[in-house]
């Protein structure tokens, strides 16, 4: 595992530096949304829902929608006001009755991991949590915004869980729970459900339980692939890096220009080789011009350098 925070637990004056791990991971099921006919995967453009405009990333900005429908475009200079804090410090505030904390207050799992040098303070607040059957309340600040968690003990590890807010626990709200406070059942009733409690009663064991949907979709997939039942994705045509045949990528170019106006698009081979042998005919014919002119050039210099002798030596002679 990786340590995705480093800082240190403090209470009192006594300071344990700490790593911190996610202690848990999502083992859900993930589905690629893909073409059902080549199995290409769908890609999605960001488009204004006003203008109907595809827009960068470079012009999208963070917005909040208030109650009444109204959108509040925030800028950069308005969440650097906000409160972010960069604290390293897991600061207990309280030690409170485990039996106090509801668990639907509890939300992501991490371990600590005691640093180097600070094994024996981590133990003194394992124990100490242990022992006294209480957890920690503690402030934290994991990825630049803080946040109330708990400090507990689970198989000889400190266990740091995140809390949720108590205005983000709704509320039940049914009407027919008014109803269903007026009804009572018969003693016989309660007896007999009592003694269906009983019947059913044991302890929990993890491997008595596990995923049957993940695993029979991995079955369908071991069968397709046995099966051969693949759809093999075509190689991704390379936007970018360094360029090794400047004619191939003139080439790819002009093949996606006339991809996107609906026009065929010539072999690269045959188109490549045919515009090489182009370019090679121009060129052989631009350097015969040249050497035609050069010759010419030459010819006329030699005769005219030899005319100019013939008329000295007839003038000597005179």
Known sequence: MRAIWKGAVSFGLVNVPVRLYSATENHDVQFRQVHREDGGRIKYQRVCSIDGEQVSYDDIAKGFETEDGQMVVLTDDDLAQLPVSSSKEIAVDKFVPSSQIDAMLLDKS??????????????????????????????????????????????????????????????????????????????????????????????????????????????????????????????????????????????????????????????????????????????TAKKAAAKKTSSTKKATSKKAAAKKTTKKQAKKAG
């Open 110 to 283: 991490y371990f600590l991991e005691p640093d180097k040098g600070s094994a024996k303070p981590y133990v003194l607040l394992r124990d100490a949590l242990r022992s006294t059957d209480r957890v920690a309340l503690v402030t934290v600040s994991i990825r630049t915004r803080s946040t109330v968690a708990l400090l507990r003990v689970r198989d000889n590890v400190i266990v740091l869980q995140t809390m949720l807010w108590p205005d983000e626990i709704r509320s039940a709200d049914f009407g027919v729970l008014d109803e269903a406070n007026d009804i009572e059942p018969k003693s016989a009733e309660l007896a007999m459900a009592g003694m269906l409690v009983d019947s059913l009663s044991g302890d929990y064991d993890p491997a008595d339980y596990r995923d049957d949907y993940e695993q029979a979709v991995k079955e369908v997939v071991r069968a397709k692939l046995d099966g051969n039942e693949v759809t093999a994705l075509p190689e991704q045509e390379d936007e970018g890096g360094e360029v090794l045949d400047l004619l191939a990528a003139l080439q790819q170019s002009v093949n996606r220009a006339k991809k996107s106006r609906g026009e065929p698009v010539d072999e690269e081979p045959k188109a490549a080789a045919k515009a090489e042998s182009s370019a090679t005919k121009k060129a």
